[in-house]
């Protein structure tokens, strides 16, 4: 009995021992600029100098109409974007699962690379690709399709479009993955039994491959919201600075210019940081609700 | 005796790991003379140091000279260092004129006084040393200038019917241009100007050729004058009047001008390297002044942008060495030095700051890859002598953003009036800067 407790009090030991180095990486790296960043948010940062402001950063951000068109700007992405990439992955994954018998590997591979490419390198293609007399608009000018150029890169409207085409282009390989595990967790016998009952391809699809993957779908969704709601890659390089005009700037772009290359106002990029970390937030809450309620229901 | 060895073995795991991350932060010893320099441009700047990096080490050959190209985000890497203290930092880096005050407003001591340091700021050009300044304190070592100009096609001029010659060296109006461009884009289809439509420098140029100024003298934004109204207007009617060719983007707009795109563009002496890095523009570019908008006090065919300057970080573990780089080749007046700032002319466009080094024959010498072997380095040179000064301030890049913003809203139509496009670059400067 005596032994049994010291060797129970041995394995504590050996265990905290064990992840002893990732809580000090994590209080190094995590805890610390959590703590120091409660210091930050009330005060106005001018480089080395900086003075109490109290609630005055978020003041600020209440009358920061760039900022709260980049938040709108993030929710305008989302909306379109997740839809979209959710619906193509899903119709990849079901091709790729039924459809396609041959050159399977390949195909699954050139889907999946856009997630795994650097997008640096890529913009710089798609940047001569878009450009008002680019290749993309003369191909469509010379199909007819459009009379006039499209200034992807350089018209408010169509610079939003571009991100959400870019974002569905580095995604959605990566999201189909997830479909495609779970298309393939599903239990043949269901399709054999609804078959029986005389079930056609779209009803089975609709009834029986949807409902079971909505815990992926819900997945997939969670992940992308919070993804989007950091979004800063593709406004930065692709659009250049979240042009034209901040008509794609995003919290997370404008965030990062503020700390490090107009104000180094880390203060007011700080109190920025928790209101996108707080809006995240809310949307996972609801969304794990959604997927808790959807459990229960089963 | 097994429990101890698991339990020694798991510390040292951690000590490893925490003294790796500490290790990693800072820098071992110093064991050899090294100076380390971060800039950006590999045909421009970067060569430049390393030529005068080669001048330095003939009479210091143990001296290791780093030379960085940092191209991304420069500007976020030197912040972080400065917030740390100078971890990770160069000895030496590069600034844009327009960007360092906001550095030496924000980070007052991090850069060495180089005017303690013995350096005689008399020998360079006035409007370089200003920026630079902070009470009796000067910080950097004047690099190039940007004195512009505008850059034409006479290829398509001849084709429009019309004589080069008749406009080489001529100071011209910008309703003559606009004549001219009308004329181009009539007979050859090319519209006049190469334009980078998310891109502030051309307006820049306009202004500043004008004498106006974007800040007052105590700082505050100053954009309701009438030299910013007439530059706003003047673009409005090179834009509706199809003679700027849009390109989004810095390298899709050199792209552009290398491409047979258009019949010209307005930009600094700089642009030598990128016109001279496509053999097929040989004998076809020529370059005049900056035209002048009419009616407007204290204009002049002349105008700036771009240009930079080098300087010494305060946390730099090899300051006296840096400092004698800088000092003994960008500011001393030797033979070695003279030939070395005539090597960086010719070979980059790279005119710098340093009076004495214009007597270089490079500066007279004529071009053969310009139209009738135009002296394009005497012609800047001589302008460079008229450029009205503009005041910078720390707020620069926001204000240029804001600016370049509501210019392009105001070409698409989204903004109807200038009034109305001043009115959102100041908002938006407000917004962004908090004042």
Known sequence: ?298 | MKKRLSVAIAMALTLALVLGAVASCGSGPKMTDKVTVWCWDPNFNVYAMKQAAAVYNKANPGVTIEIVDMAQDIEAKIISGLQANGAGLPDVALFQDFRIEQFLTDYPNAFVDLKAEGVDYSQFAAYKVGPMTVGDKVYGIPFDTGSTGLWLRTDYIQAAGLNPDAYMGKNLTWSEVIELGEQVKAKTGKPLLAYQSDNFDMLRIVVQSTGGQFFKEDGSLNLRSDAFRKSLALFKELNDKGLLYQVVGWSDWINAINSDTSAGFLNAIWMVGSVKSRPENAGKYMVVPTPLIEGVAGAANASNNGGSSWYVFSSSKNKARAVDLLKSVWATATPENLEFYNTILKDAGAMGTFLPSQSGSNYTANDSFFYKGQALSRDFASWMANVPTLKYTPHYVPMRDAVAHATLNYFQGKIATIDDAIAAAEAEYKQVTGN
């Open chain 1, 1 to 298: 009995m005596k032994k049994k407790a010291t060797y129970q009090r041995y394995l504590n030991q050996f265990g905290w021992m064990c992840v002893a180095p990732s809580i000090v990486l994590f209080c190094l790296f995590m805890l610390y600029p959590i703590l120091s960043s409660l210091y930050y948010v009330t005060r106005r940062w001018k480089g080395m100098t900086n003075t109490f402001i109290g609630l005055g950063n978020f003041i600020r951000m209440g009358q920061d109409k760039v900022f709260q068109a980049a938040l709108g700007n993030n929710f305008l992405f989302m909306l379109f974007q997740i839809p979209l990439m959710v619906f193509l992955a899903l119709l990849l994954a079901v091709l790729l699962n039924q459809g396609i018998r041959r050159f399977k590997g390949p195909f699954r591979l050139a889907i999946f690379l856009p997630a795994v490419t650097s997008l640096v390198v890529v913009s710089v293609l798609f940047r001569v690709l878009l450009q008002e007399n680019g290749m993309l608009n003369n191909v469509l000018i010379k199909a007819r399709l459009i009379a006039e150029p499209i200034g992807w890169l350089n018209d408010a409207f169509w610079a939003k479009v571009t991100i959400v085409l870019a974002m569905t282009w580095r995604w959605t390989g990566y999201n189909m993955v997830f479909f495609l595990v779970g298309l393939q967790s599903i239990d043949p016998e269901i399709y054999e039994a609804a078959e029986v009952d005389g079930a056609s391809k779209a009803r089975q699809f609709f009834r029986i491959t949807i409902p079971l993957l909505v815990p992926v779908i819900l997945f997939s969704v969670v992940t992308s919201t919070s993804g989007t709601m950091q979004l800063f890659d593709e406004p930065n390089i692709l659009t250049w600075q979240g042009g034209p005009a901040n008509a794609t700037m995003t919290a997370a772009l404008y965030i990062y210019r503020q700390a490090f290359f107009v104000n180094a106002d880390f203060g007011y990029a700080t109190a920025m940081s928790y209101v996108v970390v707080l809006i995240s937030g809310i949307f996972a809450f609801i969304q794990m609700r959604l997927l808790g309620e959807n459990r229960k229901a089963k």
